[in-house]
């Protein structure tokens, strides 16, 4: 926002930490008529949506892309991972349910940022000398190709689970 020249930047990001409790309000509506995997799909394509926004938005006429991706961020994070997370608790049952999370929380922003970061700078550099002039769009498009992948690997192959019932020993 602050590279485009958008006026007031900081009061435009504030209106996705607003998306996203008015969506972790809206999840029990949802979750009764779409359930876990449409709501994670959900998550994941405005994930790639969000990013196709911003690669088109700039400071001028196409600026209301880049608050359209801002306030995605509320059906990107509570529609991917805490309905994820929410997921979780009820496949893994009462007895493994905080390791599962502790799991995910490891394996999403513990390795998986960790390779991330690394990944997204070792392609950041690239695109800076290599497409200097069209950096941001570029950029943006790479965690769109991803996304849309994730999209399409999810909807593929994830199937609901039932939840697994406690085993108490005899």
Known sequence: MVNAGIPNPTAKMALGQFSEAICLLLIP???RRLGY?????????????RYLFFAYGDGQERSFLLLFGIL??????DFMFVVGQIYTDRIAGEKYK?????FITIAMYGVGM???FWVAGAVSDY?????????????WFIP???SGFCLVLFALFFKEEKAVPDMKAS
């Open 29 to 31: 509506f949802f979750f």
């Open 127 to 139: 695109l800076k000398t290599a497409y200097a002039a069209q950096f941001w769009e570029y950029l």
């Open 37 to 49: 995997k449409k709501m994670i799909l959900l998550g994941i394509a405005a994930w790639a949506l």
């Open 72 to 77: 995605l961020h509320g059906i990107c994070y």
């Open 98 to 102: 905080a390791s599962a999370q502790g």
């Open 144 to 146: 769109a190709s991803i």
């Open 114 to 116: 960790l390779i991330g």
